[in-house]
Nanobody, 129 residues
Framework: QVQLVESGGGSVQAGGSLSLSCAASGHSWSVYSMGWFRQYSGNEREGVAAIDTFGITNLADSVKGRFAISQDNAKNTLTLQMNSLKPEDSGIYYC???????????????????????WGQGTQVTVSS
């Protein structure tokens, strides 16, 4: 059973930066994808960024140029660096995992919630104006 533990959330003013981390454990797959999703109030959980074990990334249009996703395969750690934060970036950020999934550099499969099998508990991000 894959376990995902997020950390790094917090409160920041608009224009500031935060870095989120997700530690994955309990698996031995060599090919997989991991992603970050966020959910604000009663809205649907939306994909923010994803990366596969080959380093292919998918980014939501709303965060391109501001957010960067990276991973340390040896440490099974996923990182989301968030810069130039806006109030609309607020929400609970969830880490997600799917084994045997590769991403297309021109596709958006990494941002589709239904493609993921495992989820973390989430970490709160609040951006004030």
């Amino acid at each position: 059973q894959v376990q995902l533990v997020e950390s790094g959330g917090g409160s920041v003013q608009a224009g500031g930066s935060l870095s989120l981390s997700c530690a994955a454990s309990g698996h031995s797959w060599s090919v997989y994808s991991m992603g970050w999703f966020r959910q604000y109030s009663g809205n649907e959980r939306e994909g923010v960024a994803a990366i596969d074990t080959f380093g292919i990334t998918n980014l939501a249009d709303s965060v391109k140029g501001r957010f960067a996703i990276s991973q340390d395969n040896a440490k099974n750690t996923l990182t989301l660096q968030m810069n130039s934060l806006k109030p609309e970036d607020s929400g609970i950020y969830y880490c997600a995992f799917k084994q045997w999934m590769r991403l297309s550099p021109t596709g958006r499969g990494g941002l589709a919630r239904q493609n993921y099998a495992y989820w973390g508990q989430g970490t709160q991000v609040t951006v004030s104006s």
